[in-house]
C-alpha cells in the first residue's frame, strides 16, 4: 500500500492473533503503515498477490486477495486468500482490516519457526528402493 494514498491518522488492522502471525495488531498512521510493509518484505518474498474489489457501498470498500508469499528464512510456501474492508475519508483510506484463516495461518508460523531435521529423514526406515515382487504395489 503506498502511503500516498492513507489519510494521515489511517489506522491499519491485522486480525490474528500474535500466535498466529507475529505482525497482527494496530498500525497507526503512514509510518506505522510504511514500517508494516517492510517488516512483511522482510520476512516474505510475495510471489503472486492478486487484489478483487468484491464490494463498494458508500465509504467502505470490500475486497479479497489472492497470494503466494515464501518465507524467507524457510522456503516455505503459503498461499490463500484475505478479505480486505477499507474506509475511506477524504478520498483517502482511513481504516484498513485484514482478515484470514488464523488457523492455517498459525499451523505455517508455527512450521516455519521448527527448525527442519537435517540428513536423510527416510535413513531410519531401511527401506529398500526399488519395485516390489509381491504384496501391495507389486
Do not use: W
Request: net charge negative; aromatic share 8%.
Amino acid at each position: 500500500m503506498a502511503v500516498a494514498h492513507v489519510h494521515p491518522e489511517v489506522i491499519y488492522t491485522i486480525h490474528n492473533g500474535r500466535d498466529a502471525s507475529p505482525l497482527a495488531g494496530n498500525y497507526r498512521g503512514p509510518d506505522g503503515c510504511r514500517d508494516l510493509g517492510y517488516a512483511m518484505l522482510a520476512v516474505f518474498d510475495y510471489l503472486h498477490y492478486e487484489p478483487t474489489i468484491v464490494g463498494v457501498e458508500n465509504h467502505i470498500v470490500r475486497a479479497q486477495v489472492n497470494f503466494r508469499y515464501r518465507h524467507r528464512e524457510t522456503g516455505n510456501i503459503i498461499e490463500g486468500s484475505r478479505r480486505l474492508v477499507f474506509e475511506i475519508k477524504d478520498d483517502l483510506i482511513y481504516r484498513l482490516d485484514s482478515c484470514e484463516d488464523t488457523l492455517r495461518l498459525e499451523a505455517f508460523m508455527r512450521m516455519s519457526r521448527e527448525v527442519p531435521p537435517t540428513g536423510n529423514l527416510l535413513e531410519q526406515f531401511d527401506l529398500e528402493i526399488g519395485r516390489q515382487k509381491s504384496g501391495a504395489g507389486a
